[in-house]
Each structure stands twice: as structure tokens, then as C-alpha cells.
């Protein structure tokens, strides 16, 4: 059993505008996530008048975040970002409310709420993202009463690596706060380019990450980043990471996710990788969010107190049953996943 609010969470709260199919012409690269620029920002009224569009809470955080809060009790979560004074904020926390996430958020004035373009291409997903007021994140909302109580309080911390585009400062503060308080930090990847073009910012905080997740894009990224010999063994790039340089509060686990393919982990000091197979999923209706969901309910099973091969078959589970509908929406009432 957990206590109040093991587990903070701290990303870019967006809202989802999700177009399926039709939408090829949107963006061209399937799997991608980008973000927005102003060649770009045509895009949202494209698929707003012009495309069938879902709307749903997102952020890779926040995502994960409610995700892990649907395997453990009341007020296990609470997550951290920045948002503007409009009803894309008020959707978000509607959202997080139904789930049992606790929002805590910095309100930006003048600045609309981050969104994110999603266009479903079968089985395919792409990302355009317009951060809005979530690059406005200051780490002065991490000092608020509030949100020490949270911080000084969690047993766990995770971040997205989309954060970093913008947030390194407040990241670091949550990182270094781990490292030095005995909890574990957790950061996901989250997009190719984060490993490319924010090569440095990833390598300040991955010392102070005990739990590192990716999937095979995002680990072949890094490993080119990084000049690794074989940017296309998986195994060995997760090896690679998980002995990196460690300055967290325990010895470093990396998982890495490959759509059907077995899951890898590595563990720093290990001798070999493990794998996991995916249980298939006959009807995916969407994998938007599936890193998400699985990201979430290896950390919902961890703070739970589960071992790691306990948790990876959680996460498993969590992302099958997100592809299985919109977004990473999960069913309720509650399936028992652990």
C-alpha cells in the first residue's frame, strides 16, 4: 500500500487535437514528433475545420502520470506544468480529476494552453507540438508550499524529455533533490529529437536518472548522438546507457520499448540484457500514448513495490489496453493489472 503522493510527475500539459486518418498530407513522417515552428502552425486550423478531430488531455507526463494513478490508490499521483488561463486548462484538470491525478499547476497569464496536432495514420502516429504557456515554466512554482510538500514528500519523480527543451533549470532542481533524498528519478526519452538536439541538455540529467526509458527511435537517436558503434543494437544501447555515469540514489535501469517487439532492460553492471515479449493486440485503433501508458505502469508497479519484471508486465498491459482506443484513455471501471 502507498502513501499520499508517491509518485510527482513534471512535463508540458498539452491538449491533444487528434485527426485520424486523411491527415497524411499533415505531417509526412510517420512515428515523428516535432515541434512546432511557424511553417508549422497552419496545421491546427487545418485539422480543427478540416479533418474529424478527438480532443483529449495529453503531455507525455501527464499521460504516464494518470496512467500510474490507475494502478494504485487515491492520491498516489501529482504532476507538475504550466498552462494558460482558458479551457484547454480546464479540460486537463477535468481530466485529471476523473483519474485521481493531482494537477499542480503554474497558470500563465496571457499565454494559451500548450496543444499538440496528432495524426493517426493507421497504425502510425505523428506529433506536432505548439508548447504555448508549458515552455513558461519557472522553478519558482517548484518552490511554492505546495509543491515542496509534494517534492519533499515523493518516493519517486519522473519527467519527460520533452521538458528539456525548455525546462532544464526546474529539472535539474527535482534531480539533484532525488539524488540526494534517496528517491528515484526517472526520465523517458520521448522523441528522437530530443536525443539529437538536446543532446547536451539529456546528458546533464542522466547521472541523476536511476530509471530511463525509450523506445527503438529514441535509442538509436541517442546511440548517433553519442557516436556509439552500433546505433541499431538495442540491447547494447540500453547496456550502455545503464552504465553511463550514475549519480542517482540507486543503480540505473534502462527499458526499452519496440512497438510488437520483446522489451528490452538493462541494468547497470549487468552481464546481459533481458527481454519481455508483447502480448499482441488484435484491434489497435491507436498508438498515440501507448510509451506513455506502459511509462506509467511500470512506475505505478514500482511505487506499488513490485519488482521490475512484475512492473514491465504492468506497463505491458497498460499499453495494449491504450492502443486499443483513442489516446491513452484507460478503461474503467478499472481493469485489475497487478
Do not use: W
Request: charged share 20%.
Amino acid at each position: 500500500m502507498t502513501g499520499q503522493y508517491e509518485l510527482i510527475a513534471i512535463g508540458n500539459p498539452l491538449l491533444d487535437m487528434q485527426a485520424r486518418d486523411g491527415g497524411e498530407e499533415l505531417l509526412k513522417k510517420a512515428n515523428d514528433a516535432i515541434l512546432a515552428g511557424p511553417e508549422h502552425m497552419p496545421i491546427y486550423k487545418d485539422v480543427a475545420e478540416n479533418h474529424q478531430v478527438t480532443y483529449i488531455a495529453g503531455g507525455a507526463s501527464q499521460n504516464a502520470a494518470r496512467c500510474a494513478q490507475y494502478v494504485l490508490p487515491a492520491n498516489s499521483t501529482a504532476y507538475f506544468g504550466a498552462v494558460g488561463e482558458d479551457d484547454l486548462a480546464q479540460q486537463q484538470r477535468s481530466a485529471n480529476e476523473r483519474e485521481g491525478l493531482k494537477s499542480v499547476y503554474q497558470v500563465i497569464k496571457g499565454t494559451p494552453t500548450g496543444s499538440c496536432a496528432v495524426v493517426i495514420t493507421g497504425h502510425h502516429r505523428s506529433l506536432c507540438t505548439n508548447l504555448g504557456a508549458a515552455e513558461k515554466f519557472t522553478k519558482d512554482h517548484l518552490e511554492t508550499a505546495e509543491a515542496q510538500q509534494l517534492i519533499k514528500g515523493a518516493k519517486y519523480a519522473y519527467m519527460e524529455g520533452y521538458f528539456l527543451t525548455h525546462g532544464l533549470e526546474s529539472a535539474m532542481i527535482l534531480a539533484k533533490h532525488a539524488a540526494e533524498n534517496k528517491q528515484i528519478f526517472s526520465i523517458n526519452i520521448s522523441a528522437p529529437f530530443i536525443a539529437q538536439f538536446f543532446s547536451a541538455q539529456l546528458d546533464e540529467i542522466l547521472p541523476y536518472s536511476s530509471l530511463v526509458f525509450g523506445n527503438e527511435t529514441e535509442a538509436e537517436a541517442y546511440a548517433e548522438a553519442h557516436k556509439l558503434p552500433n546505433t541499431k543494437d538495442l540491447a547494447a544501447i540500453a547496456q550502455h546507457i545503464a552504465d553511463s555515469p550514475n549519480k542517482s540514489a540507486a543503480k540505473r535501469t534502462v527499458i526499452i520499448t519496440h512497438g510488437a517487439e520483446p522489451t528490452i532492460l538493462a541494468q547497470e553492471g549487468g552481464k546481459e540484457t533481458k527481454t519481455f515479449p508483447v502480448q499482441k493486440v488484435e484491434d489497435i485503433v491507436d498508438t498515440n500514448g501507448a510509451g506513455d501508458a506502459f511509462a506509467g505502469g511500470v512506475l505505478g508497479a514500482s511505487v506499488a513495490g513490485k519488482s521490475i519484471e512484475e512492473a514491465i508486465s504492468v506497463g505491458q498491459k497498460l499499453g495494449a489496453m491504450c492502443i486499443g482506443q483513442n489516446g491513452p484513455v484507460l478503461a474503467f471501471p478499472k481493469q485489475k493489472v497487478m
